[in-house]
């Protein structure tokens, strides 16, 4: 019966979100509210707490809200600046072929717009830029989703990775460099069955082009350019997997992604790889009425900004980042001061009895910041294009921190329920066992579903991760499956969820001027979410199988 209780804020925010349409910035605080009053009603939870760990939690949440903010404002103030349609600039003759193009923008392109910022930008960056390259409006909305996938578990600098090892850290042993060990172990499996997975989404994604807009409507004619996704999924793969397992979550899309995109362009205007039969869409005359724009939709603007200077904020990004966090692996000094060197309460336990510590000097929302603020003398903006670049960052991240905010803090209650009734299991632990119970060891099939739920609901990895991570970790150890490899299924289903959340369609639909078709592009991308949720059960599975158990030490003992 308490894990019925227990359950009832997710519930009513699921029916709130997919039944109403609610948005997560409204649902979530209800059911924050929700979980409160369950709390204190049949756990016994005493205010005093439900408002320490709600206010712990708002804090949790900020040092999110700070690395969103950050890459946010580079990505925008290399807009106002002009750099970013510079950049636009590069993908004008390097392949007439449409299959080519969608695979350069919309997966490589794609992957370092989400390695860099994320949370929706991607399509709302490369579909219009498919747009121009002469996509019909709604392959590209549906190209920009579909390959938004394989990078989002490491979307702005890491973020979902990072909230998902955030969340579930105090369950961990409270040794640092244990911890880190499972962090790095999250983020190795987090990538994993998403790299297996990047040949299979990149195959159906140019094949569902080519059968829904093509001339002759073949899925076939995804044959040719097989070859040239092979190139580039596995040349992506190979640095993806490498920064996963060495550095850590915070560069494994935007550094792939970047050098990968040099390397292809330049072999491609090379020949290498690329059909010689030309496959285009046909004239603009003959495409369905339902593909085009039903509103105008504005063309890039026009830069003629150098490209290494448009590009050489997020190259002086990359360094910090690989500076700071390899050279903390191999004990660097300088580096552990950075990351030891915190601003909160210490263990003064001023939040009504609890603590919150914030190593700001290791967050790359203040490195995003840094360059964010150099960037606007470098690229000598005037003030109105700074004012707008902050102001646009601010409307962009506001219903994310009100979903944040709230979604940590309710994940926080659900934790800590039985703070001050230690007799009884908590809500999280509840709902984990109910869970647990009905799918035993078949859990494995179920997590990743999860994860794709928490997308949907609410257009987020990060939200999604910040929902369920917990419980997820807490189901993994009740039926005795590897923690990391269960949470990693949740990360892997919250990415795949992207191509199909209502947020994301909606945004999509927006920026190519398609309103009207968000249902057929949740149709369209359905089959390959539902493949790529597959195929990373079927990794982890083998996984399992073999008896592997990542960081298993790591993992506190209940």
Sequence with gaps: MLAIIAFIPIIVTVVLMVAFNWPAKRALPLAWLLSIIIAIAAWKMSVTHAIGYTLTGFLGAFEVLVIIFGAILIMNTLSRSGAMSAINRMFTGISPDARIQAVIVGFIFGAFIEGAAGFGTPAALCAPLLISLGFPPLAAAIIALEFNSVPVCFGAVG????????TVQSALVQDTAAQDTWKMALTKWSAIPMAVGSFMILIVGVGLMCKIFGKDKKFSDVGPVIPFIIYVAVLFDAMYLLIASVIGPELTSLVPAVITLFIVMFTTKKGFLVPKKVWTFEEKEKWDKSWVSTTEVAAPKTSDMPLLKAWLPYFIIAILLVLTRVTQKFGAGWSSAMKSFTIGTGESHVILGLDWNYAILWSPGIIFIVVALITIGLHQMNGEAVKGAFSDTFNMIK????????????VNIFRYTNFDNPAMNSMLVEMATALANIFQKAYVIIAPLIGVLGSF??????VSNTLFSSLQFQAAQLVGLPTVLIVALQNNGGAIGNMVCVNNVVSATATTGTIGNEGRIIRTNFLPCILYCALVIVVVFIAIQA???????SVAAQ
Aim: cysteine-free; proline content about 6%.
């Design 399 to 410: 219903g994310a921190a009100v979903a944040l905010l709230f979604g940590v803090a309710m």
């Design 547 to 553: 008896g592997l158990d990542p960081a298993a030490a």
């Design 457 to 462: 609901m609410s257009g987020s990895n990060t």
């Design 159 to 166: 973020t979902p990775t990072n909230t998902a090892f955030t």
